[in-house]
């Protein structure tokens, strides 16, 4: 049985493991985000509560009136009961990164962030080169039972922010899908022989084999069956994005040449402007 020195070894060592977890998914961005938001981060607990964030936005601007420090406070959602998570921080940040305005308070934190760990002092927070940053000294002098929620909530850290990735990744994928269905469109109703008549006659025996209605293709079961049939791989985010974008649970025909022609192995993406 481990003694409680040895515990919080290995403690201490899952919760860089989950530490380095999230920092393998980030951009260079959202790296610096993270070391604000482990340096602030002063319970272990994943969490950067009202007072936490105070003192963090203090720390930036100085000079900064009260007024000041409650205007940055109030870009943040510091009503919740436990406090702004790490994709609450990222999720402040992209919406600062749409604010033109350069003497708006998210822009002028915003330069204060970057200013404070990029470049030359960003060597500090890099944990490879310097083995003494604020978060490192707080989590070696850590009880065991500290170091345990640090575990579970980097680790939970980790989780949200793949999802979070996960879902982006398929919202960038609809539209990305949604704008290549208007370009179809468009060519299709100017370009009579955009299918020539063999390949719309293929398609069609294809389409009529695999649908009961002949009429429609539902696209969470016959639409994978009518693709394999295409040698098409079809994945599920793609099966969500189509269904998303339809508006329906299945495709016409001639739904479905448009979504076809948006893929690759119809040959026909070349001739198409994107």
Known sequence: ???????????ESLCWKAVNWVREELTSDQTVLWDMFLEYDASLDGHIDRKELAVLLTSFDSTASAARINRYMEMFETEKEQGLTFCDICKWWETVQQDDTPDSPGSVLAALLKARYVGGIAARYTWDLVSATPFQSRLSQAPTEVLQVA????RNTFYEFKKRKAKKTYRDLVETDRKRYEQVAKRMESDPAFYSPIEKRHLRYLFDSVTKSCSRCTISSELPTLCSLLKCDITLSTID???????????TFSEFLQWWATRSESGKTSLLPW
Do not use: K
């Not at 049985?1 to 403690?11: A, K």
């Not at 575990?151 to 980097?154: E, L, N, R």
């Open 151 to 154: 575990v579970d909530s980097y």
């Open 1 to 11: 049985m481990m003694c409680d020195e040895e515990n919080r070894e290995v403690l």
């Open 241 to 251: 994005a189509v269904t998303e974008i339809a508006g329906s649970d299945s495709l």
